[in-house]
């Protein structure tokens, strides 16, 4: 068996998505007075989509007027301080030189993960993107990465998925896919067991190399 496709969620395994995440929670909670629940780190909210942190954040205050609110304020500046991590444009040009499909599956909404993956310079890496939206169901759910598969044409036993979130991994290993766990990221990492940890994205070209994936 030859790997053929890389999956990568996006917030926390391509992109510190953080401050801008974090600005546009600040103004969803002024806006809502309750500027007083603005957490510290907004990082271990992060993966879930924003439906989610909000009910972290608010808890008995959440609201649907929150979830949009939030989405407005992000989708108006998706990009203004949110950038790769550092080897990431890189590693994707090194993985495309190998031939490997690429294609971003992520809870963040289609709309926004354009945008965004547009204003920094990577969508064109990637042949296909499933952003929260494209699909029924998100994350942990395998569905998206099972679709993503189909796009590409590609067997999940021939996929690995590069995540920084437990989702990551559950939807890796129950789409039947192999799962790394991206250290750098802002999961506090798995109760399940992936197949890889990754510490940096460098490491990634070093695992291609690895038996039991058989990359060329």
């Known amino acids: 068996m030859h790997l053929k496709a890389v999956l990568f969620d996006l917030d926390g395994t391509l992109v510190d998505s953080a401050p801008d995440i974090a600005r546009a929670l600040r103004r969803t909670l002024k806006a809502l007075n309750k500027e007083h629940l603005v957490p510290d780190d907004v990082r271990p909210f992060i993966g879930g989509g924003a439906r989610r942190l909000l009910e972290a954040v608010l808890k008995d205050a959440f609201t649907e007027e929150a979830v949009s ?4 304020f992000y989708a108006a500046e998706p990009a203004r301080y949110s950038r790769p991590y550092d080897g990431i ?3 994707l040009n ?17 709309e926004i993960t ?9 969508l064109d890496y990637f042949e296909f993107v499933a952003g929260g939206d494209t699909f029924p169901e ?10 993503t598969l189909e796009r590409l044409s590609v067997e999940p036993k021939e996929a690995l998925l590069v995540g920084d979130t437990e989702a990551d991994v559950a939807a890796a290993l129950s789409a039947g896919c192999y799962a790394a766990l991206a250290l750098w990221g802002y999961g506090a990492g798995s109760s399940l067991k992936p197949h890889f940890t990754l510490k940096s994205p460098s490491e990634l070209l070093e695992l291609l190399g690895h038996p039991q994936l058989g990359a060329p």
């Not at 609110?69 to 407005?72: A, C, E, N, T, W």
């Not at 993985?95 to 963040?108: D, H, M, S």
Request: a positive charge; charged letters at 30%; zero cysteines.
């Open 69 to 72: 609110l939030f989405r407005s």
């Open 89 to 91: 444009p890189e590693l």
């Open 94 to 110: 090194e993985l495309k030189r190998r031939g490997l499909k690429l294609a971003v599956v992520t809870n963040k909404p289609d």
């Open 114 to 122: 354009h945008a965004l993956l547009k204003s920094l310079n990577l």
């Open 138 to 147: 998100k994350k942990p759910s395998p569905l998206p990465v099972l679709k």
